[in-house]
T-cell receptor, first 119, second 110 residues
Framework: DAGVIQSPRHEVTEMGQEVTLRCKPISGHDYLFWYRQTMMRGLELLIYFNNNVPIDDSGMPEDRFSAKMPNASFSTLKIQPSEPRDSAVYFC?????????????????FGNGTRLTVT | SQQGEEDPQALSIQEGENATMNCSYKTSINNLQWYRQNSGRGLVHLILIRSNEREKHSGRLRVTLDTSKKSSSLLITASRAADTASYFCAFTGGGNKLTFGTGTQLKVEL
């Protein structure tokens, strides 16, 4: 099990440029989450997918952010155009199916993140 | 804010001592989890406690949950330098969204 794989590990770009972050979840996990981590706001959930379908994108800060999951083994988070305030570490996480009982939730498996710097 | 609050924000102890971190939250929860984050890495799941449980153990970790006080604590016994990391609580209410606390930075010195 290779774990959740994110690329690139570091991204430095200029304001106004398009940024695409990539994630490969653990095989067999059908939930995928995108989080953003900053010193000021901590860990924020941006969006999550179930079986490749976006379920809740209420955490996406603006229309400049978009996420896709074209298949079970790949997801992207795109920022267009990027701004300096988007600088953060972006994490992808996956988890297997939730149990049938209300309240059962599986632990998340995180990638090592992409550190984005927008100048 | 639905975010959990953790205290202390930072904790420095000597190797061999116990470390206790606390988490408070505001909503009703289904379960509460604890994660560890080493510098420059992703979060790693440590332990999950369900809302109908009061205490859970895993190796040197002990987690308690008091739903009446909306609080949880993580105890690491006989700490080691390798335990140096940030520790986060996380919880779910309705739905599948996992909300994270503000984190405690633990430093274990030799």
């Amino acid at each position: 099990d290779a774990g959740v794989i994110q690329s690139p590990r570091h991204e430095v770009t200029e304001m106004g440029q398009e940024v695409t972050l990539r994630c490969k979840p653990i095989s067999g996990h059908d939930y995928l989450f995108w989080y953003r981590q900053t010193m000021m706001r901590g860990l924020e959930l941006l969006i999550y997918f179930n079986n490749n379908v976006p379920i809740d994108d209420s955490g996406m800060p603006e229309d400049r952010f978009s996420a896709k999951m074209p298949n079970a083994s790949f997801s992207t988070l795109k920022i267009q155009p990027s701004e300096p305030r988007d600088s953060a570490v972006y994490f992808c996480a996956s988890s297997p199916s939730r149990g049938a009982h209300s309240g059962y939730n599986s632990p998340l498996h995180f990638g090592n993140g992409t550190r984005l710097t927008v100048t | 804010s639905q975010q959990g609050e953790e205290d202390p924000q930072a904790l420095s102890i000597q190797e061999g001592e116990n470390a206790t971190m606390n988490c408070s939250y505001k909503t009703s929860i289904n379960n509460l989890q604890w994660y560890r984050q080493n510098s420059g890495r992703g979060l790693v799941h440590l332990i999950l406690i369900r809302s109908n449980e009061r205490e859970k153990h895993s190796g040197r970790l002990r987690v308690t949950l008091d739903t009446s006080k909306k609080s949880s604590s993580l105890l690491i016994t006989a700490s080691r330098a390798a335990d140096t990391a940030s520790y986060f609580c996380a919880f779910t209410g309705g739905g599948n969204k996992l909300t994270f606390g503000t984190g405690t930075q633990l430093k274990v010195e030799l």
